[in-house]
């Protein structure tokens, strides 16, 4: 695969993209090729392979084989400069509580190697962006759990990636708070330009919210469409949750272990 800058055709694309813990294989040949300025979803049940497939798309875990491309530039012959270009919100809350978001804004800034120069104009752009100026000087401990998700965008979005990478990024919201967190990525992608990737398990979020979907089951790309597409494919009146009931596996997933569930709660109460 061309791991050059000038490969500019996708923002994300994979080739036989696998990893295996042991005799588990958790990715297995992912094919994907995610256009720029796309909001792309990434859907599946519990242990389908999206987190360990985020992981080695933003350079934190390493394939067993096969390679991918983001932004222009490989996971495995290029980390630093993959890097450069992406932003990534976890599910687990990344803001620190006991600092004002203004303080967490510098505190992104520094780590991302903004020059002291332009920290003052980025955070100020990204608090109003995001509707948080008027509480820049508050604790975050105070903030709403929509205020939390619309500040950790606030500091992916500093160093102006071309690429965002989100893992469940409403999770525990209410409907109005995921709601203005949808606004605000639709924002991204139309004022900056920017590829947007979510891996969600909200089928009203996949539909309203994303371009094109890619639905795993058991590490492997199950079926890559529109939402629209995807649901006339299994026939009039089909729903997004009968697509992925359909294509996730079926029935109830019960993956996951108890650490996961303990996260995924923590993550909910702390938001909500």
């Not at 813990?21 to 859907?43: C, K, M, Q, R």
């Not at 890097?83 to 203004?102: E, F, K, N």
């Not at 920017?194 to 919210?209: C, K, P």
Request: aromatic share 6%.
């Amino acid at each position: 695969m061309d791991t050059s800058a000038g490969s500019k055709g996708f923002a994300v694309k994979t080739a036989g993209l696998t990893r295996s813990f042991g005799s588990l294989t958790a990715v297995n040949h992912v094919d994907l090729a995610i256009p720029y300025g796309e909001i792309y979803g990434l859907l599946g049940a519990n242990g389908a392979g999206k987190t360990t497939l985020i992981k080695m798309l933003t350079t934190l875990l390493a394939p067993t084989s096969g390679d991918a491309e983001v932004g222009g530039f490989g996971v495995t012959l290029s980390p630093a400069q993959v890097r450069g270009r992406i932003g990534y919100v976890p599910q687990l809350l990344s803001a620190d509580g006991a600092l004002t978001g203004y303080e967490n804004l510098v505190l992104s800034a520094k780590l991302y190697g903004l020059p002291h120069a332009q920290r003052n104009a980025r955070i100020g752009e990204a608090l109003t962006f995001m509707g948080l100026a008027d509480s820049a000087k508050k604790l975050v401990k105070t903030y709403s759990g929509g205020m939390i998700r619309r500040l950790e965008l606030a500091q992916a979005m500093l160093h102006r990636p071309t690429i965002l990478f989100l893992d469940e990024p409403t999770i525990g919201l209410d409907p109005m708070a995921r709601h203005s967190v949808w606004d605000r990525l639709r924002d991204l992608r139309h004022d900056y330009g920017m590829t947007v990737l979510v891996t969600t398990h909200d089928m009203e979020e996949a539909e309203a919210l994303c371009d094109e979907l890619a639905i795993l089951h058991a590490g492997r790309v199950a079926v890559v469409g529109t939402p629209a597409g995807l649901r006339a494919g299994l026939g009039a009146g089909a729903t997004m949750d009968e697509v992925f009931a359909h294509y996730a596996g079926g029935g109830i997933s019960e993956s996951g272990n108890f650490r996961d569930a303990v996260q995924t709660r923590r993550t909910a109460r702390r938001l909500g």
